[in-house]
């Protein structure tokens, strides 16, 4: 199972053009100006995203990780 931290997932995000556009907490919603949808990213940047969280960002964001 492929592990990766909160900041590297979110700076993967933000080079790809996305945007945050929304934070609550520890969740934050990005925006990307040219696909549609929305991401929603969950934890602080030292967190762990792995399993179904990580699968999930990269439908939502069509990204590989």
């Known amino acids: 199972m492929k592990v990766l931290k909160t900041s590297a997932v979110l700076k993967a995000l933000l080079d790809d053009g996305w ?3 929304k934070i609550k907490g ?3 919603q990005l925006t990307h ?3 549609s949808g929305k991401v ?3 934890g602080k940047p030292s967190s762990d995203i792995y399993g179904w ?3 999930s960002v990269s439908k939502q964001s ?3 990780f």
């Open 53 to 55: 969280e990580l699968d």
């Open 40 to 42: 929603t990213l969950n």
């Open 19 to 21: 945007v945050v556009v």
């Open 62 to 64: 069509g990204l590989k």
């Open 33 to 35: 100006p040219t696909k």
């Open 26 to 28: 520890s969740h934050r």
